[in-house]
């Protein structure tokens, strides 16, 4: 089982990131596909950022993450976007929006 870290642009942070979501390992990130992967990230508390989703992307492609440019990244966007509302911009309790900012909201594995 490989590290995260073998995956293409993605380094430590990333598989600490991860890690917090129960992905340990390359084998699982490319089973889920990059918009799983990616929803699970954002479920555990990650901060959305598109960068880090297209890097994630273009990894599991084995590319560059400068490679995604023009109609490729503007796609990319909208995937993201969709990911982002449904995964983080959901509505919750200030509560729950409290715990999940400061890294405490723990998410139900099913």
């Known amino acids: ?3 995260i870290t073998t995956i293409r642009n993605l380094g430590p942070a ?33 901060r959305p950022h598109f960068i880090g989703y297209y890097v994630l992307v273009m990894g599991l492609q084995g590319r560059s993450w400068n ?25 919750r309790s200030e509560l729950e929006q409290f715990m999940r900012q400061i890294g405490l909201f723990e998410v139900k594995k099913s």
């Open 67 to 91: 490679d995604c440019q023009g109609d490729e990244k503007k796609a990319l966007r909208v995937r993201f976007d969709a990911i982002k509302a449904s995964s983080f911009d959901a509505p």
């Open 14 to 46: 990333m598989e600490t990131a991860f890690a917090q979501a129960g992905i340990t390992t390359a084998e699982q990130v490319a089973e889920l596909g990059a918009d799983v992967a990616y929803a699970r990230l954002l479920a555990t508390g990650t």
């Open 1 to 3: 089982m490989a590290s």
